[in-house]
């Protein structure tokens, strides 16, 4: 629980009463013990993808997560009421609206149980449970989506790691039983200062975790000591997973002024969301880009770590991207850190429509919240809730909303960002995107752009403008 991040900082509390905590997807990644035999899957808190999407992870996002092993459950049937005691007490414990709908949770406990004892199967008794709470994100995941969802491993050797207090990575709980981290000695608490040569002083875990993942190696090594003992190289055996796409593309095209844009374009937010965006951005100036656009349209999100980093590319250090609400608490600032090089000061427009949702919208909000950027085209999708997904022992899995997010200054993402220039073809204070926003193919239809002139854009929509206020 010791997390030096402020996100993470503040998911931890998500993993109250469980036994281990680290943030790295989206909101928070919570491993929590089920109350069946330790064989039963481990629940996580996911990525604010959009629900109720399918939950078969895009590669882009599962690239933030670092050392993850399934564990699967026994193959015999359990009795319907133990996989409805757990979902019950996953919802007193963590759903966000702790009024369970207006709902006696005692009395509805009651009340499902005897459903189970009379021999209905579990599926269906969940299934009421979590719609009864009225959360259109809270839902069921069945078995098949669940291990597919837990199977992901890039370094592929059973671990967890975070940063504590101290800012030392270290083994954040037991590595998963079989695995070659267990077998090789590696302790809960152990202190790791480098993968494969890989410095965490000098690199985020995220893209230490993205790099290793990159390589077709099958084994990896670790720099591993106890808090008080001396280092040792320990070369473990991976368990391979596919390359992840590209998640940026990009180009330059030329203005009818002979002004040349930089346009980049995000198509998911995840591990290497930052590192290729900053790759792009010197690309693009080098082939003499004086604007930019960011195009987050169909962007359904992924990373909220990621959508931090990739903010760090434009805001100064100790800018307030987000607030986080959890059930308990009152909004905590989420502040984007020190890049690893000084953000960007070209004029910069922000693209979203309808399929811009969750981390990207996290990233947008960020941008046009701190007055950096002005957002055109349709209104985003809306998703401001955090997700934890906890496994039951029937081998499914219930997702439950364990926290909101809004923009800096309290900014309401839920329902959706207002554009400030809507699109296509609206004019703005003798402006006109006419055209622009045809051009999802990106750079080939460099024809398109010709009317754009980002630094007019973001001087009059951003007229008025004060940074880490609600707009």
């Given at each position: 629980r010791n997390l030096t991040e402020s996100f993470q900082r503040v998911s931890a509390m998500t993993c109250r009463r469980h036994m281990w905590g680290v943030v790295l997807l989206g909101a928070a990644l919570c491993f929590v013990p089920s109350p069946t035999p330790s064989a039963v899957p481990r629940a996580r808190v996911a990525a604010p993808t959009r629900f109720p999407a399918p939950a078969a992870p895009a590669a882009g996002v599962l690239a933030a997560v670092v050392g993850l092993v399934?564990?699967?459950?026994?193959?015999?049937?359990?009795?319907?009421?133990?996989?409805?005691?757990?979902?019950?007490?996953?919802?007193?414990?963590?759903?966000?609206?702790?009024?369970?709908?207006?709902?006696?949770?005692?009395?509805?406990?009651?009340?499902?149980?005897?459903r189970a004892r009379k021999g209905e199967r579990a599926e269906s008794i969940v299934r009421d449970m979590v719609g009864s709470l009225g959360d259109r994100y809270s839902r069921v995941i069945d078995a098949e989506t669940f291990e597919q969802l837990m199977a992901f491993d890039p370094l592929g050797v059973g671990l967890v790691l975070a940063r504590n207090d101290q800012k030392e990575v270290i083994v954040s709980s037991p590595p998963f039983v079989g695995s070659s981290a267990a077998q090789a000695g590696i302790k809960q608490g152990d202190l790791v200062d480098t993968v494969d040569g890989l410095s965490f002083q000098e690199q985020s875990l995220l893209a230490v975790s993205d790099k290793v993942a990159q390589k077709d190696a099958e084994t990896v090594t670790l720099s591993v000591r106890p808090k008080d003992g001396a280092p040792r190289q320990v070369s473990l055996v991976r368990l391979r997973q596919a390359k992840p796409q590209n998640q940026v593309e990009s180009g330059v095209v030329s203005k009818s002024d002979g002004h040349k844009i930089g346009y980049l374009r995000l198509r998911s937010v995840g591990a290497r969301s930052a590192l290729e965006m900053a790759e792009a951005l010197k690309a693009l100036r080098a082939e003499g880009a004086e604007e930019l656009v960011l195009d987050l349209r169909g962007n359904g999100g992924g990373s909220f770590p990621a959508a931090l980093e990739a903010a760090e590319l434009f805001l100064p250090p100790g800018s307030v991207a987000a607030q986080v609400k959890l059930p308990t608490a009152e909004n905590k600032p989420i502040r984007v850190g020190e890049g690893a090089q000084p953000p960007a000061t070209e004029p910069l427009a922000v693209l979203v429509d309808g399929g811009s949702a969750s981390a990207s919208e996290v990233l947008a909000v960020a941008l046009r919240g701190n007055c950096r950027a002005p957002l055109l085209g349709q209104r985003s999708f809306g998703k401001a809730a955090v997700q934890g997904v906890f496994g039951l022992p029937n081998k499914e899995?219930?997702?439950?909303?364990?926290?909101?997010?809004?923009?800096?200054?309290?900014?309401?993402?839920?329902?959706?960002?207002?554009?400030?220039?809507?699109?296509?073809?609206?004019?703005?204070?003798?402006?006109?995107?006419?055209?622009?926003?045809?051009?999802?193919?990106?750079?080939?239809?460099?024809?398109?752009y010709t009317a754009l002139d980002v630094a007019e854009a973001s001087k009059v929509a951003l007229a008025g403008c004060k940074a880490g206020e609600a707009w």
């Open positions: 399934l564990s699967l459950a026994p193959a015999w049937a359990t009795p319907p009421a133990d996989s409805v005691e757990a979902a019950w007490g996953f919802v007193k414990r963590n759903f966000y609206d702790q009024t369970y709908n207006q709902q006696d949770w005692s009395a509805a406990h009651e009340r499902f149980l005897e899995a219930v997702a439950l909303t364990v926290a909101r997010y809004s923009g800096p200054g309290g900014t309401s993402i839920e329902g959706g960002l207002e554009p400030d220039l809507p699109g296509p073809g609206v004019a703005l204070g003798g402006f006109s995107a006419a055209g622009l926003f045809g051009a999802l193919g990106g750079p080939a239809q460099s024809g398109e």
